[in-house]
């Protein structure tokens, strides 16, 4: 079983930066991607970054030149630097993973950290 364990999730102003770490307990050289993802209060769970095999990166519209993906392959840690925080950009911030499963992909998620932008 993949284990995805976050950081770096806290308060923060706007206008301001903060970056988040998802350390996984394997190679994350083997996954297919790892991706980011964002649930405000009372709504769904949606996509805010993915790093794909091959180097593809995909943003969300609301957060495309203010957040950016990354990954430190030797550390098995992915991270989201997110830059320039809006109120709207708060939300618990969960760390996922897909790993092949025969023809079929397995999802791995992190516990999820708080991140809260406000003056």
């Known amino acids: 079983q993949v284990q995805l364990v976050e950081s770096g999730g806290g308060l923060v102003q706007p206008g301001g930066s903060l970056r988040l770490s998802c350390a996984a307990s394997?190679?994350?050289?083997?996954?297919?991607?790892m991706a980011w993802y964002r649930q405000a209060p009372g709504k769904e769970r949606d996509l805010v970054a993915r790093f794909a095999r091959g180097g593809i990166t995909d943003y969300a519209d609301s957060v495309k030149g203010r957040f950016t993906i990354s990954r430190d392959i030797a550390k098995n840690t992915v991270f989201l630097q997110m830059e320039s925080l809006k109120p709207e950009d708060t939300a618990v911030y969960y760390c996922?993973?897909?790993?092949?499963?025969?023809?079929?992909?397995?999802?791995?998620w992190g516990q999820g950290t708080q991140v809260t932008v406000s003056s």
């Open positions: 996922n993973a897909e790993s092949p499963y025969g023809f079929r992909t397995r999802h791995y």
């Open positions: 394997e190679t994350i050289f083997n996954f297919n991607a």
